[in-house]
Nanobody, 124 residues
Framework: QLQLVESGGGLVQAGGSLRVSCAASGRSFSSYAMGWFRQAPGKEREFVAAISWSGGTTNYAESVKGRFTIARDNAKNMVYLAMNGLEPEDTAVYYC?????????????????WGQGTQVTVSS
């Protein structure tokens, strides 16, 4: 079982940058693929980025490709999402999630463990 805690959210102006982090506690973190999802007010939760258990494979939503970068540090049980060129449309609660499948899947149904989320607000 994993516990996930996100941090690093906040308010940023359009065009700015922010990095959100996810700290994992529990066993076998390095065997899990990790993903970031987000949910804006009034909208369904959507996939943002994912990284395989080894970090060797990443996957991004088209809307963030080229602007966001997902990374992990298995020695520290951490996963990160660096966000550049932020737009007001990126405003959402960002969730970290873990998948026992180990591959960088986009499907939220593959993710068993979820954090509580961190708010990211981008002002225009």
């Amino acid at each position: 079982q994993l516990q996930l805690v996100e941090s690093g959210g906040g308010l940023v102006q359009a065009g700015g940058s922010l990095r959100v982090s996810c700290a994992a506690s529990g066993r076998s973190f390095s065997s899990y693929a990790m993903g970031w999802f987000r949910q804006a007010p009034g909208k369904e939760r959507e996939f943002v980025a994912a990284i395989s258990w080894s970090g060797g494979t990443t996957n991004y939503a088209e809307s963030v490709k080229g602007r966001f970068t997902i990374a992990r540090d298995n020695a520290k049980n951490m996963v990160y999402l660096a966000m550049n060129g932020l737009e007001p449309e990126d405003t959402a609660v960002y969730y970290c999630a873990a998948s026992a499948m180990g591959v960088a899947t986009m499907s939220e149904y593959a993710y068993r463990y979820w954090g509580q989320g961190t708010q990211v607000t981008v002002s225009s």
